[in-house]
C-alpha cells in the first residue's frame, strides 16, 4: 500500500529534512504528536527511531496511534553493522503491511539508513538514492567509514551465500 500524496502532507512541511525515499519508506528528523498523527493518516505503520537513549514516551504515543514501534539505539559517533543488521531485521519482518518512517533528531542518521537499505536491500539505482541522502547531508569521516563497513559487511555476505 502506498500512501497518497497532497493536502494531507502539509502538516510535515514544519518537520526537519523530511523526505520520501519510496512508496513504502519516508525518513525525517524528530516528529511531535502532531506529525505522527499525519503520518498516520498517510498510511504509516511503523516507525523506527534511531535515536539512543530513553525513548518510552514515543513508544507510548506511537503504539497508542496503532503503529509499530521500534528502536535501535544508534550511537552518533559509533554507529555499528549490528544496528544496519537489526534495522534490515525489522524493515523486511511480516508485520504490518503499509509504509515506514524512518527517523532521528536531524534525519542524518535516518538518510544514512534508508540510503544503505535502498542500495543494498532493495537494489536501488545508488546514483539515485545517495542524491537524496545528500539532500539530507553529507555523512562525516565516521559516517562515511559506517556505510563502506555496511556495504562490505553484505558484500560478503552475498559471497558467502
Known sequence: MAFAVGAVE???TSLKNYQVNTPQ?????????????????????????????????????VSDLGMDYHNIQV????????NFVDYVAFMES????????THCKLNWRGAVFTYLYRVIRLQE????????????????DTWQHFIEKVKQHYQAESFAG
Open 75 to 82: 550511537e552518533w559517533e559509533n554507529p555499528t553493522v549490528a
Open 25 to 61: 519508506m519516508m525518513s525525517s528528523g524528530l516528529p511531535d504528536a502532531a506529525h505522527f498523527e499525519t503520518f498516520k493518516s498517510l498510511g504509516v505503520t511503523r516507525v523506527i527511531d534511531l535515536i539512543p537513549g530513553d525513548r518510552n514516551e514515543e513508544q507510548t504515543l
Open 10 to 12: 502539509k502538516p510535515l
Open 125 to 140: 539505482n545508488e546514483a539515485a538514492a545517495r542524491q537524496d541522502m545528500l539532500a539530507i547531508w553529507q555523512p562525516n
Open 94 to 101: 511480516p508485520a504490518q503491511q503499509g509504509v515506514t518512517l
